[in-house]
């Protein structure tokens, strides 16, 4: 078995919604059945017990069925949430499309490496280690995936259908895209200022603010040095608490402490963490954290220092042990609780208790592990949203905005929290930028809280997904043309427009990328941009095949036609039909309340509506074709031409729009250019743009090289009228043939080549076409070869002219720039010449520098 290439399909693609990987894989005949391999199936299953595959004589298990069922399986049995696996033939014998689902990209790529090697392992009957392969799968999602807080967060916001994307391997995610985006790092927003958190990591200037806002909170004040420290406690009296005046998560801290020793030992390590050192006076009483989101305190915890209950059996250290194995408690915040560590600090507070780490406590007694009750060294939480005083709750909420937090973590000490902090004495000791929301998900004891919805709705009013019109556009030919028209309509009704095509990255008509941008990765790029209110997607063939789409789904999708010479016969998709299912892609992630616009006239097209989770608009020139009409007759969306108007009609509405008022369509002449125009009219409809913006927009919409290179340009040469164009399939040489007959002309000459990754038959097809309808034609060779020998396109093209009924001078030159020229010496006043050009800018440029000279 080999595996030639691996793929991460990142958004929607062929096989399902979901991310996943997909392998190419080609097994030997023996390997087509692993029936035919004695003991293989006995030696896999001994290896992996859990693997799931069925096979019998009328469905044999190949290698690489067993291969995807392997890297589904390692998956889950690690505990990563995939169900979506797929094994596909593929046109070469002995090759097939291995798809499985991941969550994490890493992950599913570690999974297919080991279903390999489990293979090869059982294959061979050598040993394979599945417990050390699922425990480097584990590791692996729990270093890479989203933490409990920021993931709680994540899937408050996928609850709502708003969308999100995770910029680094950290905790840092955007929510909604272009102008609607927000961004988090854990529980901080793009809102948390940083003035905010400067406030917020100085203890002492924190304490000064909200004492000024007369919510309580412990004396004290900050000192330089050890002796310092020592006179401050002395001063005020009783037991105090040293820590950090810029600490986090309870580093540094020592609460509860009176004598000079303690005090010089918690300065020093205090000091460690920062030069500035804080002893304020220990408020006796339980530690609480309330978290405050907005104005709104949402949840409540009374946390308990890490502690341990002997048994009068085992050590300290035993018992710590055993605790530490609760599958509730990890090594970092992957975790609801932190592991226990048997530390200095530690083994300081456990000498407070007269204990070491061997000591054996007796039954029932609490030994203490650490001063604070952080859950990230190792402490627990009670959840007591339900008992907050609501002055409590106010002042809690007052300290969040004094410090100036939209999401806040306020650590209070007091003896319960029923009453007010006033009557017990209690108070604010410190107040949290980017809280763990650990202990309020997930609580030792109590229940759970919605804290990650809670931020959402903070984040996001109600109703509103985050999300902008995204209109996403296929097919095989007009994709690009309509693409611009659309994204031209938006801008007429004053929204801020990103655009992709094959030219490029377009945001408000500036283009900030160049070559080929009709992937995933360029829509992805559009969606990050915050100037940008609307999107419009040309989305090609090879994207969706190579990564899935760049959105999870979009308002609008439009698919012009399918045709043949559509890169047929590359990545496995060798017909027609297999185009269709590629295209479909962009129907079956229409939202729900979206819209599937489709041209009935293409049968291939026409069906795409059974895929379409919302609803279908359908345009054809011809308003009685069946799919029209009975699609007219349901009482839905139709766009089509009755002469010489466009009209879109639903029930007894209808709109028209004079072909003469649209420049693109030369009066209705050019009718693929009408069928393009109806397309996009389709589409504005769908987004409820008004009628007359898209009027405006259809009149004012100029076809030429600046705003649609390459789509049926036309420029006038000396009297001669020149066309440039990038038709490069039979389908685009058909549509382009019937406009140009449409126009007069004295004599009509091509300038054609071809490229290199089409078929054969394509490539003479094209040729066959244009040499019944052109009189002079001059064949050149691209740039490009795409593989293919010198000369080779070029015979082929000539090939196709053998019959010709028109062609009575065909030439062959080298070189695009040089056929042009040729082509333009040949012109003579009321000729027409059409240019399928190769490089379109370049060759755009050099046309337009000789029709200026002339």
Request: charged share 25%; glycine share 10%.
């Amino acid at each position: 078995m080999e595996i030639s290439r691996i793929r991460a399909l990142r958004g929607p693609n062929l096989w399902s919604r979901h991310t996943a990987i997909e392998a190419i894989v080609s097994c030997t005949d023996d390997e087509l059945e692993i029936a035919r391999i004695p003991g293989f199936e006995g030696r896999l299953r001994a290896r992996f017990p859990a693997i799931d595959f069925m096979h019998d004589q009328e469905h044999p298990c190949s290698f690489a069925h067993v291969l995807e069922s392997a890297a589904l399986g390692l998956q889950a049995q690690a505990g990563c949430p995939v169900t979506f696996s797929r094994t596909v033939q593929t046109v070469e014998t002995g090759t097939f499309q291995v798809v499985a689902e991941y969550t994490e990209e890493a992950v599913g790529r570690l999974a297919f490496e080991l279903a390999e090697q489990l293979c090869a392992s059982a294959l061979a009957d050598t040993p394979f280690d599945l417990t050390d392969a699922l425990e480097r799968l584990r590791s692996l999602d729990e270093d890479i995936r989203l933490g409990p807080s920021t993931g709680s967060i994540v899937d408050a916001a996928v609850k709502r259908g708003i969308p999100y994307r995770r910029l680094t391997e950290g905790s840092m995610v955007q929510f909604g895209w272009g102008s609607k985006q927000r961004r988090i790092q854990a529980a901080e927003t793009d809102s948390s200022s940083a003035i905010a958190e400067s406030i917020a990591q100085d203890k002492e200037l924190t304490k000064k603010l909200l004492d000024a806002a007369g919510v309580p909170v412990p004396i004290g004040r900050s000192v330089t040095s050890a002796e310092d420290a020592w006179k401050v406690a002395e001063e005020l009296g009783g037991r105090v608490v040293v820590k950090p005046r810029d600490g986090n998560q309870g580093k540094g801290v020592a609460v509860n402490i009176a004598t000079r020793e303690e005090v010089l030992a918690a300065y020093e390590v205090a000091a460690k963490i920062s030069s500035d050192v804080i002893v304020e006076r220990y408020l006796p009483g339980y530690d609480f954290r309330m978290l405050v989101v907005g104005n709104e305190l949402v949840a409540a915890a009374r946390r308990a220092p890490p502690q341990v209950i002997g048994d009068g059996v085992r050590t300290v250290r035993e018992l710590i042990e055993e605790v530490n194995r609760d599958p509730l408690r990890g090594d970092g915040h992957a975790t609801s609780l932190t592991k226990i560590r048997l530390d200095t600090i530690a083994l300081s507070v456990l000498a407070k208790q007269g204990h070491t780490a061997d000591s054996v406590p007796a039954k029932g007694v609490h030994v203490v592990l650490r001063n604070n009750a952080n859950l990230s060294t190792g402490g627990t939480a009670t959840d007591v949203t339900d008992d907050v005083h609501p002055e409590v709750a106010a002042r809690a909420v007052e300290a969040a905005q004094m410090v100036g937090l939209d999401i806040c973590g306020v650590d209070v000490v007091c003896e319960n929290v029923i009453q007010p902090l006033e009557e017990q004495g209690g108070g604010i000791v410190e107040v949290n930028a980017a809280p763990g929301l650990r202990m309020h998900l997930q609580p030792s004891y109590g229940k759970g809280r919605a804290v990650g919805e809670a931020i959402i709705n903070m984040m996001y009013g109600r109703g509103d997904d985050g999300r902008i019109p995204v209109v996403a556009v296929s097919g095989t030919n007009g994709k690009t043309t309509t693409t611009r028209l659309i994204a031209h309509m938006l801008a007429t009704s004053k929204l801020r427009v990103g655009m992709t095509g094959t030219d490029g990255v377009y945001i408000q008509d500036k283009r900030i990328d160049t070559g080929d941008c009709s992937g995933p990765r360029s829509a992805r790029n559009v969606l990050l941009h915050p100037d940008v209110d609307a999107a419009v997607f040309e989305t090609a063939r090879g994207g969706i095949l190579r990564e899935g789409l760049g959105f999870d789904r979009c308002n609008v999708a439009v698919v012009t036609n399918l045709g043949v010479g559509d890169h047929l016969g590359l990545n496995y998709i060798s017909t027609v039909e297999d185009l269709a299912v590629v295209k479909r892609v962009i129907v079956q992630n229409v939202a729900p309340n979206g819209m599937a616009v489709l041209n009935a006239a293409d049968p291939m097209v026409a069906k795409m509506a059974k895929a379409c989770p919302g609803s279908v608009t359908y345009f054809a020139v011809d308003r009685h074709h069946p799919v029209m009409a009975t699609h007219r007759a349901k009482g839905r969306r139709v766009v089509y031409r009755d002469g010489d108007a466009i009209v879109a009609l639903q029930g007894s509405f209808q709109h028209r729009f004079p072909l003469a008022e649209i420049p693109l369509t030369r009066n209705g002449a050019i009718g693929f250019q009408v069928e393009n125009a109806m397309a996009a009219i389709g589409a504005a409809w769908a987004l409820e743009l008004d009628w007359q913006v898209i009027r405006t927009a259809l009149g004012s919409f100029v076809n030429d090289s600046g705003t649609a290179p390459g789509r049926f340009n036309v420029f006038d040469y000396r009297g001669a009228m020149l066309i440039a164009d990038y038709g490069h399939n039979p389908d685009a040489i058909q549509a382009l043939v019937g406009a140009v007959e449409a126009m007069p002309a004295k004599r009509r000459a091509v300038v054609i080549s071809g490229a290199g990754d089409r078929r054969d038959e394509d490539l003479r097809r094209q040729t066959e076409i244009l040499g019944d309808a052109f009189d002079d034609v001059i064949l050149y060779e691209d740039q490009c070869q795409r593989g293919r020998a010198d000369g080779e396109v070029v015979g082929l093209l000539r090939e196709g002219l053998r019959n010709a009924r028109r062609a009575s001078h065909v030439q062959e030159i080298v070189g695009e720039f040089l056929a042009i020229d040729t082509a333009l010496a040949r012109l003579q006043p009321g000729d027409l010449c059409l240019i399928l050009i190769d490089q379109v800018e370049e060759a755009l440029e050099h046309i337009g520098k000789r029709v200026k000279e002339a």
